[in-house]
């Protein structure tokens, strides 16, 4: 994609707005046989997955499905069982010994929640025996379009089990993994959950952010809050609320855009830490379910969440109502409730003033441009402005400390990919100089 086509996508302004999800008619399984058209874009999808990484020539083609439809929350979930023919594999770099052509069994629960689908669910295994074979030349065409490769493919690359280079991959950014995200040599990218290295990354930018990152940061204004107090601009020299009891574990918000309510659990948790002594791991999933201002795993806003958390009457935590990573009826029930707040503030912009906040008050919810961020393994990032504009923030973390390394000032930041990600699942960022945009959009709840 050209540069200025790449950054109107960025900003939003292509066409493209994905329709409504049609909602599911069927409730029995349907017969083994061509999918209906209710069944087939998520059985694409659910083949697209199994698909992914693989190179020319060893991808699996559709056989026979069955399935069904029922209505989840603002979406749909279909439960899929399908076959899969795999060819025969006698390349020595990819098998390791010669296999012929096998027939998979395998099943796929798919998640359509406002246009995007989410794979929450694969189980394959080898059938000795075949599901009996009802195609017609309707049903060859419907397989035939199903089994187009969803990209160009073309043989070579750094792993042979992937059929694309990592350059070619991302054509859109066309520098090396280091001019991308290691502008000082403090910052050191290798594997994480997104860059299986050697090989290239199993995401392309572009899904990454559509699977992981949250849009709505940048595109809507939410709920106006009020300015926090200021505290003065006298920070200690280094603060960090994990050394004293006010963090929860880091979490994983898996396949889904919900870091808006990760951020601010993470927040709340620490409020309550400071301000009634217990520290409880709160649900997100509430926020997912019940949260009717903002958009479950397609995105939210801290400042939303804030209001819908005071509007319900507070946040159960984790053990009561556990995490699922997509959209649920709400189930919240106020007699659970374990936690309140009282309202929320804006921090400043300040990044010194917003450090002496934190040392005083707790960890702070903030969204950042993540950029940087894919490919990040440890180290102090600063990735340069140009490629990480302040302007289009795209993902909410915490702030949970800050200090510096080998004199280079640095923010701690939790994050909710895992603790396979980063730095054991946090995020070191340059400190005072607005990288990623930490500084814009920085808020907290009140408790009293």
Sequence with gaps: ??????????????????????????????????????????????LDMFNRGRAAGTRAVLGL??????????????????TLEEPPCNDPTVCRLPASKKTLLCS?????????????RKDCGPVD????????????SVLS?????????????????????????????????????????????????????PCPPLLAEEEFRTIYLNPLLREEPGNKMKQAKSVGDLAPPEWDWRSKGAVTKVKDQGMCGSCWAFSVTGNV?????????????LSEQELL????????????????????????????????????????????????????INDSVELSQNEQKLAAWLAKKGPISVAINAFGMQ?????????????????????????????NRSDIPFWAIKNSWGTDWGEKGYYYLHRGSGACGVNTMASSAVVD
Excluded at 108 to 120: A, I, M, P, T, Y
Excluded at 315 to 321: K, Q, S
Excluded at 388 to 395: A, T, V
């Design 375 to 403: 490919f990040y393994r440890h180290g102090i990032s600063r990735p340069l402005r140009p490629l990480c504009s302040p302007w289009l923030i795209d993902h909410a973390v915490l702030l949970v400390g800050y200090g």
């Design 129 to 140: 025996t075949k599901v009996p074979d009802s195609r017609n030349e309707t049903f060859s």
């Design 1 to 46: 994609m050209a540069p200025w086509l790449q950054l109107l996508s960025l900003l939003g302004l292509l066409p493209g707005a994905v329709a409504a999800p049609a909602q599911p008619q069927a409730a029995s399984f349907q017969a083994w046989g061509p999918p209906s058209p209710e069944l087939l874009a998520p059985t694409r999808f659910a």
């Design 145 to 197: 379009l199903l089994n187009e490769d969803p990209l160009p493919q073309k043989p070579g690359g750094a792993c042979p089990s992937l059929s694309i280079t990592w350059c070619e991959h991302r054509r859109s950014r066309p520098w090396t993994v280091a001019q991308l995200s290691m502008e000082s040599p403090s910052s050191v990218i290798s594997q994480n959950t997104f860059l299986p290295m």
């Design 269 to 281: 948790e620490g409020q309550w830490f400071l301000n009634q002594g217990t520290l409880l791991s």
């Design 289 to 340: 379910d019940c949260d009717k201002m903002d958009k479950a795993c397609m995105g939210g806003l801290p400042s939303n969440a804030y209001s819908a958390i005071k509007n319900l009457g507070g946040l159960e935590t984790e053990d009561d109502y556990s995490y699922r990573g997509h959209m649920q009826a709400c189930n919240f029930s106020a007699e659970k409730a374990k936690v309140y």
């Design 65 to 82: 499905v069955r399935g069904r439809g029922r209505r989840a929350g603002q979406g749909s979930l279909y439960s899929l069982e399908a």
């Design 108 to 120: 796929f629960e798919v998640l359509d929640e406002l246009g995007k689908h989410v794979l929450l």
